[in-house]
């Protein structure tokens, strides 16, 4: 045996108590703009629980938990990941902008910064001069010590008033033909982007 896999003992989990009660905030938070799929909902909270995000979002048709659906991809995240449903997605948005969070579309806009360009000069110049009611703060890291993570429906992306009423778009570079990714996937590319 070349490299032994971990058993679920050694992986040093805690439980969900310890959890809930000595985590430190991350700063992040997800916003699910009209995800329907309860698998995608719930594949949102498992990695949202991975990655430590402070809090979900749950907009206008995302199905809420409990769900035998949600639960059966969450594998019991959602008892841990705090969630919020909202009705009304642009009033959320402004909501976070006040408590100071800076709300990032995940979207391809036509002014979209690419993930990978994230935080180094050219993206920020390239967020500047596309969206000049950016703070100086703001621009000048994208990497506010808050930050609100929109991914949108399945069909339709993030609602394009929701995308007006962000601070700036974000967008994961793809290759091939489709330029679409799922949005389960989308948000782990996006939370290990950041990351890192």
């Known amino acids: 045996m070349k490299d032994r ?7 040093g989990r805690i439980s969900a108590d310890e959890y809930v009660h000595g985590r ?38 995302c199905p809420v938990p409990p769900s035998p659906e949600l639960r059966k991809v969450a594998l019991g995240a959602e008892e841990v990941v705090p969630f919020e449903h909202v009705d009304d997605v642009v009033a959320l948005v402004k909501r976070l902008q006040a408590d100071g969070y800076t709300v990032v579309a995940v979207e391809q806009t036509v002014h979209s910064v690419k993930l990978d360009e994230w935080g180094k000069a050219e993206g920020n110049a390239h967020a500047a001069a596309h969206r000049p009611f950016l703070s100086a703060a703001a621009c000048a890291s994208l990497r506010p010590e808050r930050y609100a993570l929109v991914f949108g429906n399945e069909v339709a992306g993030v609602q394009q008033e929701v995308v007006d009423a962000c601070d700036l778009s974000l967008e994961i570079p793809q290759q091939g033909t489709k330029h679409s990714l799922n949005v389960s996937v989308s948000i782990g590319v996006v939370l290990w982007g950041i990351r890192h």
């Not at 896999?5 to 992986?11: F, G, H, R, T």
């Not at 009209?34 to 809090?55: E, L, P, Y």
């Open 5 to 11: 896999k971990l058993l679920n003992i050694e992986l």
């Open 24 to 61: 430190p905030e991350s700063g992040v938070v997800l916003v699910l703009d009209n995800i329907r799929s309860a698998h995608n909902v719930g594949s949102a909270f498992r990695t949202a629980d991975a990655f430590g995000v402070d809090k979900i979002y749950l907009g206008g048709i």
